[in-house]
Each structure stands twice: as C-alpha cells, then as structure tokens.
C-alpha cells in the first residue's frame, strides 16, 4: 500500500472549548492553536464520550462509546493488546510515538504506541501483578492529587502546579524525538521515509488552579471574567463540585482560578507551538501533515456554582476540536454533533489505514469536505455508568438512573442551560425519540 501521511494529534486537558481565540475567548492568548485553526475545519458541536479523564482517553483510542467498551468509570482501563487506533496504525506500517498523558490504568501501558515519552509512564501506573494485599496494607500509597474543592480554590494562584513538569518532561521527549526521527545528526539514522503518527498530550489545564507563569497570571487577572448562572436544580447537575463566589468561596479566590487557568491554557499553547517549530526545525512542512487538536473534556469554570467536570453542561462535556490538512480541505466551521470517538474512522480514512469492525466511529471525512449528507447528527456522552447524554441538533437530553430523572435542554433558545424542557409540551416527540434512543443503547 502507499505510503500515508503523517499524523500529529495535539491535546490538552479539561480544556473548555470556549477558551481558545479560535473558540470566541477574546481574552486567552492562543497563537499557535489559533494559527492552526485558521487553516482548520473547526467542529464547534464536538463532544466527549464522557466527561471525566480515563472513559474519554480510552472510548477516543479504541473508538466506542463506554459501555460498549467497558470503561465507564476511573480506575477501568483497556484490556491488554486492545485495538486502539495507534495499535492499527502499527499494524499498517506506522511509527507511533506519544509524548505526555494517556492515562492508562491497567498492566499494558503502551496500547499499540511503539514509543512512548513522558512522566505519565512513572505516575499512572497503580497496576500491579501478583499484589499480596497482606504486604500493602503494611503501607499507605500516595493518593489522589486533589483537595476538597473549596480548598482548591482557595489554594488557587500563584504556585507551582505538578501537572507543568509532566508537560514539559513530554514536550522535551517530542522535540528530541523528532530531531532523531527525521534529522539525527549524530548516527545519521533518521527515517523521514516511514510514516508518522505523533501525538503529544498535554495535562494543562487541568486542576489544580495554579501556575508559576507570574507574568501570565498578573495579565488575566485584572481581564478575566467569573462565570455565573444559578446552580441548577438536580440532584446531580447542582451536586458536587459546587462553590460560589461570595458564599464558600470569596470574589478574588474565584477570579484567582479563572486567572490561573487561562494562564495554563497559554502555557500549553506555547508548549505546542514548540512542538510545531520542532517539526519546522527538522525540515517538516505542516500543510503536508494531517493536524489534530482536541481535550478529552471541559472545565466549568464555576458556570452554574460548579467546577471541574463530569456534568453534562456545555462546559463540562464539549470540546475544542479542529483537522487541518489545507493540501486537501479548506478552512470551515461545521455545526453537527461530533464526538471525539469519530476520530479513529477519521484518522483511518484520511489515511488509508482499513478501520477494523465494531467501531462506533464514524468518518468525519464528508463534514471535512463539506458535505452533510445522511450524517446522523448526534454526540453521545456516558458518565460513571448511570448517566447518559443524547445531544441531537441544538436539543440536549440527559438520563440519570439514580433517581430515574430527565433534563432536556434547548440550546438554541436557551444557550444558558438554565430550563429544563422535560414537561413542555412542544417537545414531546423529540423526547420521545430520545427515549427509544436511550434504550438502544442500554439505558
């Protein structure tokens, strides 16, 4: 078979889609991700198959949705020797490297990466054969990076965040792993011939609020803007994670994480934009490449009194998205529903690669050309195997088994998710058609 192009997939973490230029920020500072949209076709409707780190990482690699995968919650992983698009890309030829988090739980750490760089092989790694539980409990493991959200916030800064060394332990793998691959100057090994499929994931922005980049930080401090909008009224949309500003939390403690996590996006901005002068560096021109951007979830930002994640809000579960090939698709926007699942049948189709079967991937290929077609326009969403989001045109269905509760919300009409639609009459043949959908998909 021919010889397919390479493929570099860039990703950041608990990125809001909002917060990049190209997403309409006009505060954060995005000049490399900007650049590249430029030349881009931008999915502004893309979602995460779900919104918490390890089922989005997983469902994006193996291309299915959680519950067809079995990895519905933190701490599941893929089984070993799982298809995963890397692995197919191997199999067909492919060097695969990835530099920085994939956040894989389990015993097998590559899941079809022939390399792999970073500080996520040393901190995600809780697997471990043959444990004797009488020698551990002898001990205590380090936990969980996390505080209470309030003391998050309260936390939140000025400081050093851990998540800044894992990055730019990843960024200084890809950058000498590209010199070696398509220069190396010293053995004179290089092998620009071979295609190509790099990825570099980044942690930042994810928690905690907190950067060392000073000059960043006094920069949005005064420009920022905390998110309002009252906490919703459900059981699990206005649960956990809540803190408002002027009642657990103060204004400037607020304003503080806000002013942090733009700092962070800007922070991995330039850690990318290192990696594409890499590239440059080493002879490479970009509009040869089939170029990626996405995060695995968003940030709420304190929207609705709520942080973090895992809510199905458009903070928390829609995602930047763009695929920038200009020798072969103009610069677009495109307004379908799309998840990151579709990437795998994407990436494959672009590329030659033959998708293997049972995906729930679908290519993304017609939108990139512009042509809706017969496109099944729907994002599916799953959170800790209870709740399930539907989002089908500007309409926004959420199940939560729990307490066997509905919300429907209408983002055309409602682009701040405050009204739950359920009980409106208007609306009743799209809920029930929603209702059908959930039940095919095991809900």
């Known amino acids: 078979m021919p010889r397919g192009p390479n493929v570099l997939v860039l990703m950041t973490d608990e990125h809001r889609a909002d917060v990049t230029g190209f997403g309409g920020d006009e505060v954060v500072r995005t000049p490399h991700l900007d650049a590249l949209a430029e030349q881009a076709v931008v999915f502004d409707n893309a979602y995460t198959p779900s919104p918490i780190c390890v089922p989005a990482r997983q469902c994006l690699a193996a291309g299915m949705h959680p519950r067809r995968l079995g990895v519905e919650v933190m701490g599941q992983d893929l089984p070993p020797g799982a298809m995963t698009f890397a692995r197919r890309f191997s199999q067909y030829g492919y060097m695969t490297a990835a530099c920085g988090k994939l956040h894989h739980m389990g015993p097998d750490q ?16 809780p697997y471990v054969a043959g444990r004797v539980p009488e020698a551990f409990a002898h001990f205590t493991e380090q936990g969980s990076y996390k505080w209470p ?14 998540w800044a060394d894992d990055d730019e332990y990843a960024v200084v793998g890809a950058e000498n792993f590209i010199r070696r691959f398509f220069v190396d100057p010293f053995y004179n090994r290089a092998t620009p011939h071979t295609p190509l499929l790099l990825m570099v994931s980044l942690n930042e922005p994810h928690y905690p609020f907190a950067t060392d980049r000073r000059d960043l930080f006094e920069h949005y401090l005064p420009r920022v803007q905390v998110r309002r909008g009252e906490v919703f009224d459900h059981p699990f949309l206005g649960g956990s994670f809540v803190a408002r500003p002027g009642e657990e939390i103060t204004e400037r403690e607020a304003r503080n994480a806000v002013a942090a996590y733009y700092a962070m996006v800007t922070s991995a901005d330039e850690r990318l934009g290192r990696v594409l002068a890499a590239l440059q560096r080493a002879g490479q021109d970009l509009d040869d490449w089939i170029v990626v951007f996405t995060s695995d979830h968003g940030e709420m930002l304190g929207e609705h009194g709520v942080w973090e994640k895992q809510k199905f809000f458009e903070g928390s579960a829609r995602v930047p998205l763009f695929v920038r090939w200009p020798r072969r698709f103009s610069p677009a926007r495109r307004s379908e529903n799309v998840s990151l699942v579709d990437l795998f049948a994407t990436l494959c189709e672009l590329t030659g690669v033959p998708p293997p079967d049972e995906l729930d991937s679908r290519s993304l290929v017609p939108l990139l050309h512009g042509r809706s077609g017969d496109w099944q326009d729907e994002a599916i969403s799953q959170f800790g195997g209870t709740n399930l989001m539907i989002k089908r045109g500007g309409l926004k269905y959420s199940w939560y088994a729990e307490d066997s509760s509905e919300v429907l919300f209408d983002l055309a009409a409602d ?22 959908r959930r039940g095919e998909l095991g809900f």
């Open 110 to 125: 590559m899941q079809g990466w022939r390399r792999r760089f970073g500080a996520d092989l040393d901190v995600h790694t």
């Open 415 to 436: 682009p701040g998710e405050s009204r739950n639609l359920v009980a409106e009459p208007r609306y009743a043949a799209d809920l029930a058609a929603v209702r059908v």
């Open 149 to 162: 959200m309030v003391t998050e916030l309260r936390r939140a800064g000025l400081g050093h965040n851990p």
